[in-house]
């Protein structure tokens, strides 16, 4: 702690008024731990519905329920959240800044968040029950949502301003506030990749609260935006959605990008290879993430060269990422590689999100995606950018800057069994779906036909062994913050950045008078 | 590929057995239609590529792995940094790679979206939670929903084993029928939210959106009469999971057959429209 007096408050008050960055970093990121757990409690009871052919334990409309509310809850509630989070706690540290720009507008958005998921989880004990429409929420069926459908959109603005805001005091963070003598080709990844993801976020936010605002009027209102019968058109929605809806899975995965640009050097202990490429790489992903939308609904019928259009620039996102991943491996390559555990999920993220990579392309190529398109493959794929992609990039970063953020060291051993249950049953859980997508499962029934009953279960086992596994994580993280070795201010053999030339635990001030960097 | 899902469920069927559950069931089924035999084509070859680039990048992960690490001693060379030649040739290349995956898709995608010179055309209406079949210019329609045993099995708690269902979940009360050999025009749409009309065996996945008509072209290979299954593509509702599609394959004289004794016995609902 600070000696000279500017300690935080105590008790809950610190928390319920506090503009320090690292606080709203550690409630963004605890929020997002809480999130992952409702989230993937949903997932379980999927996963058990599915567990064998017939209906067991829930009815159909509640299993749509289920998928829906998981989809949102971990895209909104537990993916985003944490990469804000580490936003909040390292994007200072890394250049040198006293504090995030715009500390209060920081503290209501963490709040808008909190209040939005309240309302979002609510709908589950409203009449009609919570959104059963999928996480797309596609008119016409998502107009057949109860009570909650009002309160589903709602807590959408919600979500979306808190989004906007945390993007916009991100850029103006980094724009402004950067040590003297770092220059933006200085920044460090994590911190580049945010920049471009706050730039997205703050593009295409405003275009998903515009589609599900149409779909209120025409709900309310009888507007016909998406209704065939006054002239307006369903398949519209799907075009303003994806157009949201595709730089969301990278406003998702740039920041694990990011993640993993910063662990692979330091325990390769050498810097990152192509550092130029490394950065122009993310801001093709992310131009490009704009002008593929379409590939996301390939079936509903479009011209023949709006399909090929979409399919060829869905491809060149291959090349940027391509990248990417030759620039990790020759970052190892004559490096002096050790295992500790946040180097663990890095390599885990590379292998894994490497195959999510290969059957994303698979997908671009029209013809087959007219096969795989909503089947099980599609979900096997997004698992894998998203799971061992985006979470387990989440998870390097908790483990390699948790040192930092508690001023100890964890349970290493704990932590590296936490890695192989994480890593093992996340493949039995989704490499199975695979099969089951290509031999013809569609996704989001509640039910299958018996020849898929084998590869249900295995799943399902895969699944439930996951869940169990996050709370080895809890664990760690608990233990952690209760204690443990004294962690030094470098932690790491090979530490790069100005993060580490800070204590551990990071003083609730730092570079109150701005370091000087070379 | 003598292991296609569903036909062989089909088969099975017709010997009198239940379809089993089956560990085999890994890939696409290779179909009975030119499209799915090309589609088939498309993703092996997509699926071959992907494998040696990921043998050849894993590959070199696993040895930068093994041969770098610092408890076997080895010391971080801190200059390589950069390496233009190298970086300029893993952009290059992709690019090729990709040239080439895109061009059989292309070609593949032209045929697929041309649905001109078919010989039949049949309207698909998806509806929560059934479909209707029409035969545009023959004035016989029907619809088609799940079969009574697998029903009464997908109740919770109805306390009958869906394994003893024949075709669980993959049955109708009455099959769409086309003939084979033909190529066979499909108009799609829907009377209340999206759906998607699919059999795998057929390769070809397109939605039905109410207000709007999307066309597409299947056919059967002459030498492949049978039944083929599948399901709707599209989350419809709650009982999405149980509007499943079965179309039995027919000879062409056989269907013609067929469409005869259906136009005898039917009194039209709508009015033919001459094609």
Redesign the interface.
């Known amino acids: 702690m600070a000696d000279h007096g500017h300690g935080p408050p105590q008790g809950i008050t610190r928390w319920l008024t506090t503009t320090n960055h690292k606080d709203i970093g550690t409630m963004y990121l605890v929020f997002s731990l809480v999130m992952f757990l409702v989230g993937g409690l949903m997932a379980l009871g999927i996963r058990a519905e599915l567990f064998q052919?017939?209906?067991?334990l829930?009815?159909?409309?509640f299993f749509?329920q289920l998928t829906t509310m998981h989809a949102l809850v971990m895209v909104f509630g537990a993916v985003m959240p944490a990469t804000v989070g580490l936003a909040n706690w390292m994007i200072p540290l890394q250049i040198g800044a006293a504090d995030m720009a715009l500390p209060r507008m920081n503290l209501f958005s963490f709040w808008l968040l909190a209040v939005a998921f309240v309302l979002l989880l609510s709908t589950f004990l409203m009449p009609g029950g919570a959104p059963?429409?999928?996480w797309t929420l596609?008119p016409?069926?998502v107009l057949?949502t109860g009570e909650a459908f009002p309160m589903a959109i709602f807590s959408i603005h919600l979500m979306g301003a808190s989004s906007i805001m945390g993007a916009i005091n991100v850029i103006v963070t980094i724009v402004n506030m950067r040590a003297p003598g770092m220059t933006l080709m200085k920044l460090p990844l994590f911190s580049w990749a945010w920049l471009i993801t706050a730039y997205l976020l703050i593009a295409v936010m405003p275009v998903f609260a515009g589609g599900v605002t149409m779909l209120l009027t025409d709900y309310f209102f009888h507007t016909s935006f998406f209704?065939?019968?006054g002239g307006g058109?369903?398949?519209l929605y799907q075009h303003v959605f994806w157009f949201f809806g595709h730089p969301e899975v990278y406003i998702m995965i740039l920041p694990a990008f990011g993640i993993v640009s910063e662990i692979i050097p330091t325990f390769?202990?050498?810097?990152i290879?192509?550092?130029e490429?490394m950065v122009y790489a993310i801001a093709s992903i992310a131009f490009l993430s704009f002008i593929v939308w379409a590939h996301h609904m390939f079936?509903?019928?479009m011209p023949?060269a709006g399909?090929?259009f979409f399919?060829?620039a869905t491809?060149?996102i291959?090349?940027p990422t391509?990248?990417k991943?030759?620039?990790w491996?020759?970052t190892?390559?004559?490096?002096?590689?050790?295992f500790e555990p946040p180097m663990l999920f890095a390599?885990a993220f590379?292998?894994l999100f490497?195959?999510g990579g290969?059957s994303g392309?698979?997908m671009a190529?029209?013809?087959?995606d007219?096969?795989y398109?909503?089947?099980y493959f599609i979900v096997a794929h997004f698992h894998y950018v998203l799971v061992p992609g985006a979470v387990f990039a989440i998870m390097a970063a908790v483990y390699y800057w948790l040192p930092k953020w508690t001023g100890h060291m964890y349970d290493m051993a704990l932590a590296k069994w936490h890695f192989w249950l994480t890593a093992i049953f996340v493949n039995v859980l989704f490499f199975p779906q695979h099969?089951?997508g290509?031999?013809?499962m569609?996704?989001?029934?509640?039910?299958?036909?018996?020849?898929?009953?084998?590869?249900n279960m295995v799943s399902s086992i895969g699944a439930f062994g996951f869940g169990l596994s996050q709370l080895v994580f809890v664990w760690v993280i608990v233990k952690c913050a209760r204690g443990g070795e004294r962690a030094t201010a470098e932690v790491w053999d090979?530490p790069h950045g100005l993060e580490w030339t800070v204590p551990s635990p990071a003083p609730y001030h730092t570079f109150e008078k701005a370091p000087e960097v070379r | 590929m003598s292991k296609l899902?569903?036909l062989s469920?089909a088969l099975a069927a017709l010997a009198g057995v239940?379809?089993?559950?089956?560990?085999d069931?890994?890939?696409?089924?290779v179909g009975a239609s030119e499209l799915?035999q090309?589609?088939y084509g498309?993703?092996m070859l997509?699926?071959w590529i992907?494998v040696i680039?990921?043998v050849i990048?894993?590959g070199?992960?696993i040895v930068?792995?093994v041969r770098?690490?610092?408890?076997k001693g080895?010391?971080?060379?801190?200059t390589?940094?950069?390496?233009a030649r190298?970086?300029a040739t893993?952009?290059i290349i992709?690019?090729l790679i990709?040239i080439g995956?895109?061009i059989p898709?292309?070609e593949?995608?032209?045929k697929?979206?041309d649905t001109s010179g078919s010989g039949l055309t049949i309207k698909v209406t998806g509806y929560q939670w059934q479909w209707h079949y029409e035969y545009l210019g023959s004035g016989v329609s029907f619809f088609s929903r799940l079969a009574r045993t697998s029903d009464l099995?997908?109740?919770?708690?109805?306390g009958?084993?869906?394994?003893s269902v024949e075709?669980?979940?993959?049955e109708v009360d009455k099959p769409l029928v086309v003939p084979t050999g033909i190529k066979i025009r499909m108009l799609?749409t829907a009377n209340?939210?999206?759906h998607?009309w699919?059999v795998?065996d057929f390769?070809?996945?397109?939605?039905a959106?109410?207000?709007?008509i999307?066309?597409m072209w299947i056919s059967v290979d002459a030498d492949k009469p049978g039944t083929y299954r599948?399901?709707?593509?599209?989350?419809?509702?709650?009982?999405?999971?149980?509007m499943p599609i079965v179309v039995v394959a027919k000879p062409k004289a056989e269907f013609d057959a067929w469409l005869k004794q259906q136009q005898a016995a039917a009194t039209p609902v709508v009015a033919a429209v001459p094609e």
């Open positions: 052919p017939g209906l067991q829930v009815n159909p409309a749509n059963a429409s999928g596609y016409p069926l057949q209704n065939a019968a058109d369903p398949v390769s202990r050498k810097p290879f192509g550092y490429a079936t509903v019928g023949l399909q090929m399919m060829l491809m060149l291959a090349v391509g990248v991943i030759f620039n491996t020759t190892m390559w004559r490096g002096s590689l050790s390599l590379l292998f490497t195959i290969f392309l698979m190529i029209v013809p087959s007219f096969q398109h909503d089947t099969f089951l290509l031999a013809g569609p996704r989001r029934i509640p039910d299958y036909a018996t020849q898929f009953t084998d590869w090979w | 899902p569903i469920g239940p379809a089993r559950a089956d560990w069931l890994l890939n696409m089924p799915s090309e589609i498309t993703h997509m699926l992907c680039i990921a990048t894993f070199a992960m930068a792995m770098f690490r610092k408890s080895a010391v971080a060379d801190q390589l940094l950069h390496n190298l970086e893993w952009t992709p690019v990709l995956m895109a898709a292309v593949s995608l032209i697929i979206e099995a997908r109740q919770k708690g109805s009958i084993d869906p394994r075709n669980y979940l993959l799609l209340d939210v999206i998607a699919w795998p390769g070809m996945k397109r939605d959106v109410p207000g709007f999307n066309e599948g399901q709707c593509a599209e989350l419809c509702g709650a009982d999405h999971g149980f």
